[in-house]
């Protein structure tokens, strides 16, 4: 039996980003895009050399951006978030101008000083998903309000 070292090697951490299909993205901390793996591409539709060096306004749409960077500069400076946890649920572009949703969570990475380095994003494109789920919504109410209405009718019925 062969001694093998039961840790991954950075070979193997780099295959799961490079090929994972959800979007791995890190920014540093002044929101530069410094990994671009082939699920962002995927989802995006930017290959890594459009997106690298870019900031995340590449991917964000105008009228978010104050909102997002005003977060960014939060975590930035605090190296705290609850989208470690939670899910976060936004919308997006891709470079066609194709309005998409997603959800990620974020994760604050250090340098070895301890000092925070920016963040990577693991995001999944939800645009079906959050379609479905809208139109069971809108499905759901229509039915409701249906079946209100009958019951007036049925009341007025009854009492007329």
């Known amino acids: 039996m062969r001694d093998v070292d039961s840790r991954p090697s950075e070979q193997v951490y780099?295959?799961?980003?490079?090929?994972?299909?959800?979007?791995?993205?890190?920014?540093?901390?002044?929101g530069v895009i410094r990994l671009w793996n082939s699920g962002a591409e995927a989802i995006f539709g930017y290959h890594a050399d459009e997106a690298l060096g870019k900031t995340l306004d590449l991917i964000i749409p105008e009228r978010f951006q104050?909102?997002?960077w005003d977060g960014y500069r939060n975590v930035m400076a605090t190296g705290v978030t609850k989208y470690t946890d939670?899910?976060?649920?936004?919308?997006?572009?891709k470079?066609?101008?194709t309005r998409i949703s997603l959800e990620f969570t974020i994760v604050p990475l250090e340098g070895s000083d301890g000092a925070l380095q920016g963040v990577a994003a693991i995001v999944r494109?939800?645009?079906e998903r959050f379609g479905q789920e809208r139109a069971t919504a809108k499905?759901?109410?229509?039915?409701?309000?249906?079946?209100?209405?009958?019951?007036?009718?049925?009341?007025?019925?009854?009492n007329g």
Do not use: W, Y
């Open 14 to 30: 780099r295959q799961i980003v490079d090929k994972a299909r959800d979007a791995i993205i890190f920014a540093d901390v002044d």
């Open 95 to 97: 470079n066609d101008g």
């Open 139 to 158: 499905r759901i109410s229509e039915l409701e309000d249906r079946l209100a209405s009958q019951d007036t009718s049925d009341a007025v019925e009854k």
């Open 125 to 127: 494109d939800i645009t």
């Open 66 to 68: 104050e909102r997002h």
């Open 86 to 93: 939670d899910m976060l649920a936004v919308p997006s572009v």
